[in-house]
């Protein structure tokens, strides 16, 4: 039966195609058709919402988005990363009205952003930027940036522009090669949320690039090194961190994520799309202290005019113009150094900012001797840390101490250039109803002084109260953790911090330090110098 049906069909096809031949053949042409090509734009979504905000879902259509939970065009971005570029979205030529609605992933009852809206234009490429309010850290916002807008690239040269998307930071500048005579891809600093133009740089074959983030004290933020581009092409740098997972909710949470971090990104701004840092480098922050004693020979033995008395430090070979050719400023004895240091005349406190490093290993820090210019220098020690992961978390802040012995007569004693260097792992959590101390003991050894003799006893006081008994028995030079302990504080609260060193017949009392802290502060607290020569040393950590 459905043979015969076939047959029929057949038969009529074959009459039709010799009838619409004859017609060719008599001159009949049949109309002209002009099929027009469908016109496309393409799409990627970042995730720049920190503060511990869940994944993302997103969904968008020419309408209002159906928003189920099985129809999400992207599921589950997470922070700091990047959508491939979705390449199948019709365009008209004046442009077409996309909806978007952003969801807590696989919740798309629980709205991030509902139904808003960003016109696509036909060939553009384009990022819709997610992160949340600087104002108002519940309200999620966005942006609709246009991609690869340079017509008529040099195909010699890769196209880089910087987006900053840190809050409460602010405007940030990227330099390439060094961080202040290096190309400036920032004409203008960039402020949070913002995006600056291209800027074209040269490549040729075996070419990397290092780029520097400074901030508007020229303090080098981050570094992102070895990065090699394809002429032709473009790409985006963003420099973002979500504090909420690189700071831990307590002391003792070390817990770190690669995409939370706080460094500088590179994204593929042509086909695919995503994160190209090559390679994610791990950093950490530090802050050094200088407690090397200056004995009867000062720091230049060789006595230049004037005499040398700084310390020149370099952290894994950083060098910077702005620091005299070192990591940081050089430092004097007795005093801390890190990318920002401020002695407080009214208290004779000290404000200390990180410095960031790339956590290279082994970590090795070079001492200088030198001036405050950098233009005389001799090398007194090489200090190498061979397993820094086992003691330095990423992106965490540690401190650095440098200690030596006081006297290079005493035949028991090393040199005092043979350094002894310690890394400590500091808080970074802030309390807004207290004050964190981080106690060490930050002693050199002298003649006649035995080890156990040399432990330290610390009192604090508030608002004119009793010296609260030893806080703990005794901090010697060999531990290898400081001791943190928070105390309650309300905004302005006086303190009173004194210390002692040794006991009974060996012991020496030193000078009280009184200072206003600031609640939320962190402060480490160093007995430094030598036994009977020594003094407190208090040091408010990124006090900003």
Not at 173 to 196: A, F
Not at 323 to 337: D, E, K, R, T, W
Not at 410 to 435: A, E, H, I, M, R
Request: hydrophobic share 35%; aromatic share 10%; net charge negative.
């Amino acid at each position: 039966m459905s043979s015969r049906m076939k047959r029929p069909h057949l038969f009529f096809s074959i009459i039709g195609a010799g009838l619409a031949g004859l017609l060719g053949i008599n001159g009949c042409i049949s109309p002209t058709v002009s099929y027009q090509v469908q016109q496309l734009a393409q799409l990627r979504v970042m995730n720049f919402a920190p503060n511990c905000t869940a994944p993302i879902d997103v969904y968008w259509d020419t309408k209002t988005p159906q928003v189920l939970g099985n129809n999400a065009k992207i599921y589950n971005l997470q922070y700091g990363e990047s959508s491939v570029y979705y390449t199948s979205l019709p365009a008209a030529q004046g442009g077409t009205v996309y909806h978007f609605s952003v969801t807590k992933t696989r919740n798309p009852s629980e709205f991030d952003l509902n139904d808003i809206q960003g016109t696509l234009l036909p060939g553009n490429q384009y990022t819709l930027m997610i992160t949340l309010n600087p104002s108002n850290s519940q309200s999620f916002t966005y942006s609709l940036i246009q991609d690869h807008n340079t017509p008529n690239p040099i195909p010699t040269s890769a196209y880089v522009r910087f987006i900053n998307m840190q809050p409460n930071i602010g405007p940030l500048s990227v330099h390439v090669n060094d961080p202040v005579l290096g190309t400036n891809i920032t004409p203008t600093p960039i402020q949070y949320n913002s995006v600056g133009p291209y800027v074209a740089l040269n490549t040729a074959q075996d070419t990397s690039f290092a780029f520097f983030v400074t901030n508007s004290n020229n303090q080098v933020l981050a570094r992102l090194s070895y990065q090699t581009f394809t002429g032709g092409s473009f790409y985006t740098l963003i420099y973002a961190g979500d504090p909420c997972s690189t700071l831990a909710n307590n002391p003792a949470d070390t817990s770190i994520s690669a995409l939370d971090t706080f460094r500088l990104r590179a994204f593929d701004d042509n086909s695919t799309g995503n994160d190209q840092t090559n390679p994610i480098q791990y950093s950490f922050r530090y802050n050094i202290i200088n407690a090397i004693y200056p004995t009867v020979l000062p720091y230049d033995q060789n006595n230049h005019p004037p005499v040398d008395t700084l310390m020149g430090l370099l952290v894994n070979g950083d060098g910077f113009p702005e620091h005299a050719g070192y990591s940081i400023n050089p430092v004097p004895p007795l005093s801390p150094a890190g990318a920002s240091v401020k002695l407080n005349t009214s208290d004779s406190t000290y404000s200390v900012n990180y410095q960031s490093a790339i956590l290279a290993n082994p970590l090795d820090v070079k001492g200088f001797i030198t001036n405050a210019t950098g233009t005389s220098q001799r090398q007194v020690f090489d200090y190498s840390l061979s397993s820094p992961g086992s003691i330095i978390t990423q992106d965490k802040p540690v401190t650095i101490l440098l200690t030596g012995p006081a006297d290079t007569a005493s035949p028991n004693l090393k040199p005092f250039w043979q350094v002894t260097g310690k890394v400590f792992q500091v808080p970074d959590t802030n309390y807004v109803d207290s004050v964190t101390f981080v106690f060490f003991n930050g002693l050199s050894p002298s003649p006649k002084v035995f080890t156990n003799q040399l432990n330290t006893y610390f009192f604090v006081s508030q608002n004119g109260g009793a010296p609260v008994p030893p806080l703990f028995n005794g901090l010697s030079t060999t531990r290898s953790a400081p001791v943190i302990m928070r105390f309650g504080a309300s905004a302005g609260t006086n303190f009173v911090i004194s210390d002692k060193i040794g006991t009974g017949s060996n012991e020496v009392d030193g000078p009280p330090h009184g200072f206003t802290a600031q609640a939320g502060g962190i402060y480490e607290v160093l007995s430094t110098g030598i036994k009977p020569d020594s003094h407190i040393l208090i040091m408010q950590l990124n006090a900003q």
